[in-house]
């Protein structure tokens, strides 16, 4: 702690955003997390340099539902396809899910909750009364609702997701800014003469940031999740591409024989979705400048 | 001495859905440079919001406020925030008054960098927060700690330093002592009396605690439910308080000398509603001297003594 004080310039801000990532650091389950989710993303970039998509897709002759070996790392699947190549390929929808999906409910989130919650009165009860419509209906049966009416397309999909978890997002970082626009050193702000744009952004975003990063993250971990349920249900990817949920869903029928085909892509989805739940518990932790380590 | 701070009829009413509270009502006063005006009154009579209206803060609904004779109620937005160079304000919680994120050198900078001061001067700026920092008594090794580090009375010292960054003439005290304890109260009222000394500031200091008016203020200000019930100088009001409300805050400051104690009397009734209140006296209803000419419209302050004023026509009398 001494030595970090004496580091730390008179410059301002950065100080603290090296202070975050140094707290970020010693939490070893939050490392954990992140080296294990940037090596899922390594493997989703660079799927096709591992193994080409066409092993995903071709059948291999006389190869159908074997046990693991040496040839085929994980097994074949009921249409002697090699599930390694599948489970590989398959991170690719899962990443690209949680990231996109995750980061549009942020900004639409960030944009109608701040919108509420720092102006209040009718825009206020416009905004969430709309939204308390959408959260009657439960985020994955929205999204299911919606890709079942318009056609499981890629853009429904999407489109479907961001609309399951913007509601909730929406409400958090309305709280969170409510909260925060009424404390004391806002008025302060306002007392020195501060201007709207200088308190949003140097008094409520990094105040607000906390509780909204770490949502976003969970959302991720749940986006994952969702898009699995759907594809297994048979309304998100379609087969024959090798998303997680469609391996999940073809493997079911074999499971008690091939349990294998069950095991690896939902292992792969778990360790997924946990390493980004790890992340968001070191950020919240690493965020949050009263506990100390 | 010259006038410093002047309100005429100040009014800050807030819209409800029962009615318009009225919590400041008509506020007349007047400070002099380098002199304090103790605000008291109990809670949610309106003191807080008197200290902010005078302040541009929350707009006032009516009245006029002006600063060595500029008329603050004519000025826009953005002449008001040039004015915050001049009229600052110290807060009573010091736990949430400082944002959570920065620290105390961003904290003390924060003012004086909003209001363009030291452009492109990084060395003359950390030699004032340097300064600032000397002159409220905190240490430097905490030049980059954060406000959840240290204990509410250095929390306090960096409200009192970020305020006087930029040099301003009047300071607004929103009860800067009621959230610390008691030994904390003590150097952080004795630092505002230095301070007020070697930079001859002007105060208005706002509390519900009176002895502390009593140590700090010049003149006193008594507020009953958004009016201001009696207005004297410090010693005239402690010896010679005449309106029933003020009688009966003194009688409610504990003595510890037995033998001094006299009967304590306990106002009897509760608060009225400050929501479109009733015409006549606001005090009228936990009067032990109410007569029926107190609840007519008419109720307004007097000059008993040399500037003594009181808010009932019935001082003389009562005090026979």
């Given amino acids: 702690m001494a030595k970090h004080k004496v580091k730390a310039t008179a410059g301002g801000g950065q100080s603290q955003t090296k202070e975050i990532i140094r707290r970020f650091k010693k939490n070893r389950s939050a490392m954990v997390g992140l080296a294990v989710f940037l090596i899922i993303c390594l493997i989703a970039i660079f799927a096709d340099v591992i193994t080409p998509y066409s092993n995903a897709i071709d059948q291999i002759k006389g190869a159908r539902l074997e046990a693991p070996s040496s040839e085929h790392w994980f097994g074949t699947d009921h249409l002697a396809r090699d599930m390694f190549a599948r489970v590989i390929h398959g991170s690719r929808y899962s990443v690209v899910f949680a990231l996109v999906v995750s980061a549009c409910a942020l900004v639409i989130s960030v944009v109608l909750g701040g919108v509420a919650g720092y102006y209040g009165g009718w825009v206020d009860n416009l905004i969430m009364r709309i939204l308390d419509i959408f959260m009657c209906i439960p985020g994955d049966l929205l999204a299911l609702c919606i890709v079942a009416a318009f056609g499981s397309s890629l853009p429904n999909l999407l489109v479907a997701l961001i609309i399951g978890r913007v509601p909730a997002t929406v409400r958090i970082v309305r709280a969170t800014i409510l909260g925060i626009s009424s404390a004391d050193y806002i008025e302060a702000a306002q007392c020195h003469g501060a201007k709207d744009a200088r308190i949003i952004a140097k008094y409520i975003i990094p105040n607000a940031m906390g509780p909204i990063i770490v949502d976003a993250t969970v959302n991720a971990s749940r986006i994952i999740i969702s898009v699995a349920s759907l594809s297994f249900l048979g309304l998100g990817i379609q087969a024959p591409a090798p998303e997680w949920g469609n391996l999940l869903a073809s493997a079911r029928e074999y499971m008690r024989t091939c349990p294998w085909l069950v095991y690896l892509p939902g292992l792969a989805l778990v360790i997924t979705s946990l390493s980004i739940n790890m992340v968001g518990d070191g950020l919240r932790d690493a965020l949050d400048p009263k506990i100390r380590d | ?320």
């Fill in chain 2, 1 to 320: 001495m010259s006038v410093l701070i002047e309100t005429q009829d100040l009014q800050k009413y807030f819209k409800t859905p029962r009615g318009w509270l009225h919590a400041v009502d008509g506020i007349n006063l007047k400070i002099d440079e380098g002199q304090t005006l103790g605000v008291v009154g109990e809670s949610g009579c309106g003191k807080s919001t008197l200290g902010r209206a005078v302040l541009r803060l929350q707009d006032p609904t009516g009245g006029k406020i002006f600063y060595e004779g500029q008329d603050l109620m004519a000025m826009n937005k953005k002449e008001v925030r040039s004015m915050c160079t001049k009229m600052q304000m110290i807060f009573q919680d010091p736990y949430s008054s400082l944002n959570p994120r920065m620290s105390i050198w961003q904290l003390i900078a924060e003012p004086m960098l909003i209001n363009h001061m030291y452009k492109g001067d990084k060395e003359g700026l950390n030699k004032k927060i340097e300064e600032l920092m000397d002159t409220v008594g905190l240490a430097k090794r905490l030049t980059h700690a954060y406000p959840h580090e240290l204990d509410g009375g250095r929390r306090q010292r960096i409200g009192v330093a970020r305020a006087l960054s930029v040099d301003p003439k009047f300071i607004v005290c929103d009860e800067p002592v009621s959230a610390l304890d008691v030994s904390i109260q003590a150097q952080i009222l004795n630092l505002l009396m230095d301070l007020q000394r070697d930079r001859g500031l002007t105060y208005m200091f706002i509390t519900h605690d009176l002895s502390v008016v009593k140590h700090i203020s010049n003149e006193i200000m008594v507020m009953y439910m958004g009016k201001c019930v009696e207005r004297a100088p410090k010693r005239e009001l402690f010896s010679n308080p005449s309106h029933p409300y003020t009688q009966a805050l003194l009688r409610a400051i504990p003595e510890p000398n037995i033998d001094k104690r006299g009967e304590l009397q306990v106002l009897k009734g509760e608060v009225t509603s400050p929501i479109n209140p009733k015409p006549g006296c606001r005090f009228a209803h936990r009067c032990p001297y109410v007569r029926e000419s107190c609840l007519a419209d008419g109720v307004e302050l007097q000059e008993i003594a040399p500037s003594h004023f009181v808010a009932c026509p019935y001082s003389s009398e009562i005090n026979g």
